[in-house]
């Protein structure tokens, strides 16, 4: 039980240590990746994603500065805390889609992008956002090969 309360202090104390700001993204994102989860097994991907790009599409993009990549990378990073600790793990298609909906919302060129690796013996896949080209996946964030079942 002790073990238990220092988890919950510690994830406790990183909360508190988040600004205002990124606390109330996170609370979205934590809102939003659930969602997502039901819109996929709902509506399947097409759908989900021609209701995203629906929801966030405008007439011109403008072009990212580097605090705009910076912003999109700690969005990313966020997304990731809360597929990881919401009520739903959310795979990173689910974190991509929404993250990419959110940018494109800001008016930011962003890209899902969808990679795929077969060696014959596994078959995995990887989600990720481009803003501008440039990935807004964070070093240090472990990338995935998720498996999938043939």
Known sequence: ?????????????????????????????????????????????????????????RPTWQRASAQDIDAARRLTELAAIAGRHGITQASCLRQALVVSTLLRRRGLDAKLQIGVQDDGETFGAHAWVAVDGVATDVPGIEIHHHPLSR
């Open 1 to 57: 039980m002790y073990s238990g309360m220092s988890k919950f202090k510690a994830k406790w104390q990183a909360w508190r240590a988040l600004p205002v700001s990124e606390r109330r993204q996170l609370l979205r994102l934590l809102m939003l990746l659930p969602m997502m989860h039901a819109s996929l097994a709902l509506a399947g991907y097409a759908r989900t994603r021609r209701w995203c790009e629906r929801l966030s599409d």
